[in-house]
């Protein structure tokens, strides 16, 4: 199973960046979907994650409003769009797929992880 998740850069407060999280290895659309991200010095935190269908969607608190989660089962992708970034949304984010079950927001959940995408939002 691999997740490749690219996207990642430096951008300003108040700027967009789009992450996008390829899947292969797995039956893609049977698996809900999670973004995480983990900042220096600090634990991994949850951010956003999707169902299998894409028709159930959830946010952290600090992200809602400004983050958007998608996915697309014919392409094997899932995609973090994010707007408004703030200089505390600097993390590396990591894509990661969870059996399906509900508001998979526990890491431990998931079973899968990608390898991470560096966001550095500058003031």
């Known amino acids: 199973v691999q997740l490749q998740a690219s996207g990642g850069g430096l951008v300003q407060a108040g700027g967009s960046l789009r992450l996008s999280c390829a899947a292969s290895?797995?039956?893609?659309?049977?698996?809900?979907m999670g973004w995480f991200r983990q900042a220096p010095g600090k634990e991994r935190e949850f951010v956003a994650t999707v169902n299998w269908s894409g028709g159930n969607i959830y946010y952290a608190n600090y992200v809602k409003g400004r983050f958007t989660i998608s996915r697309d089962n014919a392409k094997n992708t899932v995609s973090l769009q994010m707007n408004s970034l703030k200089p505390e949304d600097t993390a590396v984010y990591y894509c990661?797929?969870?059996?399906?079950?509900?508001?998979?927001?526990?890491?431990?959940?998931?079973?899968?992880w990608g390898q991470g995408t560096l966001v550095t939002v500058s003031s």
């Open positions: 290895g797995l039956t893609f659309r049977i698996y809900d």
């Open positions: 990661a797929a969870a059996p399906q079950g509900n508001w998979r927001t526990n890491s431990r959940e998931y079973i899968y």
